[in-house]
């Protein structure tokens, strides 16, 4: 097959899952003009651009790599995207090289209209997402899989999308990237949820393909207990940003998504299931991932 289906597109690129990324950027953006009252600059959207296209490449890739590297043949043929619709693995593999080709041209632009930060940020960006399933010991077989994914997707997209709003105005100082990781660690831990409680569900099927994740490590009892804990921090972590002064009161207002969300967690503990209870898990992270932001930004606007 030389082409892809809407359906077959829709489930190999995770097209879905995209809009995640704009509400990360949607925070870094709401930061600067929460503090400083900044204005993105136009390679602001570009960064935007990027990050949809590079979206696209990691997760194609990752199918593709899963592919690849997988030893159940149950997997390859039933469960990944690839072996299910008898996919073409050559035209799998052009076409994430193609968009990554494109990723990469688009964030040469990018440094060589801004600076070599930028750059930096960048490369252990595409790192992180290439690496995350490539190699003899790729980091979705690892378990810092979970903590570095979720730093990369939350704080990563979230400083540059902040950097990219204020350095043309303003010097960039540590402090000031502290306090964007500060605000960011919703997203990284939500972030942090979600991969561990894909892991979770798929713990027989990563270890039948040799990956090695935290939930590994922990045994499910007790990556369940971390995935609650982790929870119920983050909305006590946003009282202390309100407290501190470093985000606006409107982000109180998620504190009541808390009790239904948890009550429906409930069914997650007693069961974790990729079909049934992961969704829960999913809808009750991304929740948070989507509204923190969007609040953020509403309250930036009354700073």
């Given at each position: 097959?030389?082409?892809?289906?809407f359906?077959q597109?829709w489930?190999l690129?995770e097209?879905?899952?995209?809009?995640?990324?704009?509400?990360?950027i949607?925070?870094?953006y709401?930061?600067?003009?929460?503090q400083l009252?900044?204005?993105?600059?136009?390679?602001?959207?570009?960064?935007?651009?990027?990050?949809?296209?590079?979206?696209?490449?990691?997760?194609?890739?990752?199918?593709?790599?899963?592919?690849?590297?997988?030893s159940d043949?149950k997997?390859?043929?039933?469960?990944?995207i690839?072996?299910?619709?008898h996919?073409?693995?050559?035209?799998?593999?052009n076409?994430?090289?193609?968009?990554?080709?494109?990723?990469?041209?688009?964030?040469?632009?990018?440094?060589?209209?801004?600076?070599?930060v930028?750059?930096v940020?960048?490369?252990?960006?595409?790192?992180?997402?290439?690496?995350?399933s490539?190699?003899?010991?790729?980091?979705?077989?690892?378990?810092?899989?979970?903590a570095l994914t979720?730093?990369?997707?939350g704080?990563?997209?979230t400083?540059?999308?902040?950097?990219?709003?204020?350095?043309?105005?303003?010097?960039?100082?540590?402090?000031?990237?502290?306090?964007?990781?500060?605000?960011s660690?919703?997203?990284?831990?939500m972030?942090?949820?979600?991969?561990?409680?894909?892991?979770t569900?798929?713990?027989?099927?990563?270890?039948?393909?040799?990956r090695?994740?935290?939930?590994y490590?922990?045994?499910k009892?007790?990556?369940?207990?971390?995935?609650?804990s982790?929870?119920v921090?983050?909305?006590?972590w946003?009282i202390?940003?309100?407290?501190?002064?470093?985000?606006?009161?409107t982000?109180?207002?998620l504190?009541?998504l808390?009790?239904k969300?948890?009550?429906?967690l409930?069914?997650?503990?007693?069961?974790?299931?990729k079909?049934?209870?992961?969704?829960?898990?999913?809808?009750?992270?991304?929740?948070?991932?989507?509204?923190?932001p969007v609040?953020?930004?509403?309250?930036?606007?009354?700073?």
């Amino acid at each position: 097959m030389k082409h892809l289906t809407f359906k077959q597109f829709w489930e190999l690129t995770e097209i879905y899952t995209a809009p995640l990324n704009l509400f990360i950027i949607l925070l870094g953006y709401a930061i600067a003009n929460f503090q400083l009252n900044s204005v993105p600059s136009p390679e602001f959207f570009l960064f935007v651009l990027i990050i949809v296209m590079f979206h696209i490449t990691v997760n194609v890739f990752n199918h593709y790599m899963d592919y690849r590297n997988a030893s159940d043949e149950k997997y390859k043929q039933q469960t990944n995207i690839i072996g299910r619709d008898h996919l073409d693995l050559r035209f799998v593999r052009n076409f994430y090289l193609g968009n990554l080709l494109i990723s990469f041209l688009l964030g040469l632009v990018l440094v060589w209209r801004t600076n070599w930060v930028i750059g930096v940020l960048g490369i252990i960006g595409f790192y992180i997402g290439l690496f995350y399933s490539y190699g003899r010991r790729p980091l979705n077989s690892l378990p810092i899989a979970e903590a570095l994914t979720g730093t990369a997707s939350g704080f990563f997209i979230t400083v540059v999308s902040y950097y990219l709003t204020v350095y043309q105005t303003h010097a960039i100082t540590p402090a000031m990237i502290g306090n964007v990781f500060l605000i960011s660690l919703p997203l990284v831990l939500m972030m942090f949820n979600n991969l561990l409680a894909n892991n979770t569900c798929d713990l027989e099927e990563d270890i039948e393909n040799h990956r090695k994740t935290l939930v590994y490590y922990l045994g499910k009892p007790a990556a369940v207990k971390v995935l609650l804990s982790v929870y119920v921090f983050s909305f006590l972590w946003l009282i202390v940003l309100v407290v501190a002064d470093l985000a606006p009161w409107t982000v109180l207002f998620l504190v009541f998504l808390f009790p239904k969300n948890w009550q429906n967690l409930k069914r997650y503990r007693a069961l974790q299931d990729k079909r049934t209870t992961f969704p829960i898990v999913l809808k009750a992270m991304s929740a948070l991932m989507v509204l923190y932001p969007v609040l953020y930004f509403i309250g930036s606007l009354f700073a």
